[in-house]
């Protein structure tokens, strides 16, 4: 069956500006994960929803970021305001339930010029 | 705090060699969730294993083995018989298993070449 879907795959964007980066999980799929990577580091969490709340959102950087999942699946990652710190691979991953294993999309690599 | 060591940052080995792959790792917790994670140059995370801190048992899957040894706080990882399409980063990561803490603390991975 289909994995995890992110798309865009690749966004460059100049400082300053707003981003929205989306995720599609595995259909059934209750729990939702965004991760950010940077060049030759592990995955860093950012925020994770079970169903349609944010459970626990304290990774994300500050009030620059924000996700939503307003029906329990397709989740938004919104940047406002990049800064070229923000460039990094966004990952986005699903589980059938907290505690299941976390199934990870390609990401998206963000880039600010 | 929890922490993720994997200490080997590189390493390269001859195709057919065994190899392991190094993971220590620091928390205060008495019960946890250990894990191994597969990244090859595509980008996606593949997910290996996942070991409960109660079970010491060590783990076989085909040419993959694990060795948790909690008295020493290491989870390291196995290739017996490394092959090309081995090459990828590996992460190893630590999870609470208190219920509602899925945060996923990896590693800063170390990255395998199998030269053919």
Do not use: M
């Not at chain 1, 030759?40 to 994770?48: K, M, R, S, T, V």
């Amino acid at each position: 069956g289909a994995g995890v879907s992110q798309t865009p795959s690749n966004k460059v964007t100049e400082k300053g500006k707003y981003v929205e980066l989306r995720c599609d999980p595995i259909s059934g799929h209750t729990a939702l994960y965004w991760y950010r990577q940077s060049l030759g580091q592990g995955p860093e969490f950012l925020i994770y929803f079970q169903g349609t709340g944010a459970a626990d959102d304290s990774g994300l950087p500050n009030d620059r970021f924000f996700a939503v999942r307003p029906e329990g699946s397709v989740s938004t990652l919104k940047i406002q305001r990049t800064e070229r710190g923000d460039s990094a691979v966004y990952l986005c991953a699903s589980s059938l339930q907290g505690g299941s294993p976390l199934h990870f999309g390609n990401g998206t690599r963000l880039t600010v010029t | 705090a929890q922490k993720v060591t994997q200490a080997q940052t590189e390493i390269s080995v001859v195709e057919k060699e065994d190899v392991t792959l190094d993971c220590v790792y620091e928390t205060r917790d008495t019960t946890y969730y250990l894990f191994w994670y597969k990244q090859p140059p595509s980008g996606e995370l593949v997910f290996l294993i996942r070991r409960n801190s109660f079970d010491e048992q060590n783990e076989i899957s085909g040419r993959y083995s694990w060795n948790f040894q909690k008295s020493t706080s290491s989870f390291n990882f196995t290739i017996t018989a490394s092959q090309v399409v081995d090459s990828a980063v590996y992460f190893c990561a630590l999870r609470r298993a208190q219920g509602g803490n899925e945060k996923l603390t990896f590693g800063t991975g170390t990255r395998l070449t199998i030269i053919p």
